[in-house]
């Protein structure tokens, strides 16, 4: 393969890659999770996405502007442990609750990134099962 062949295929691949990444986003939002569940929390009833494993976890509401069927999103986990969400990507504010089995164990507030044009990181300040996000209206 000559060089400039090889400039050539160097420069397909750069562009298949960052067209790959911008039509991600597109596609995140498709890959929602199908199973619901509800969720009391201080009286209140949420119909919530349930992600219950390691791709869920990771793409949670990212692109997301708004459900037309649900309150937010659950994350459920195997064990307890210390979580950390961050709003990368999230386009609406959350109110997110850390839980313990049924029982919220702290509240934080989650800005979306249009609003704080840098992530915000928050995370639980005891160790968890349960998260719960809410899309604030």
Known sequence: M????????????IAFI??????????TKFNLPAETQNVTIDGKV???LVADNEIEH????????????ADGMVFLFDKPKIQIFWNQNTLVDLDVYWMNGNA??????L???EKTKSTVIIQS????DKVVEIIRK
């Open 111 to 113: 800005p979306s990134i």
């Open 18 to 27: 960052a067209v790959g990444f911008y039509f991600q986003k597109f596609f």
């Open 2 to 13: 000559d060089r400039k062949m090889k400039k050539v295929v160097f420069i397909l691949i």
């Open 58 to 69: 990771t793409n949670g509401l990212m692109n997301v502007r708004k459900l037309s069927d």
């Open 104 to 109: 919220v164990v702290g509240h934080d507030y």
């Open 46 to 48: 949420y119909k919530l």
């Open 125 to 128: 300040s005891t160790p968890v």
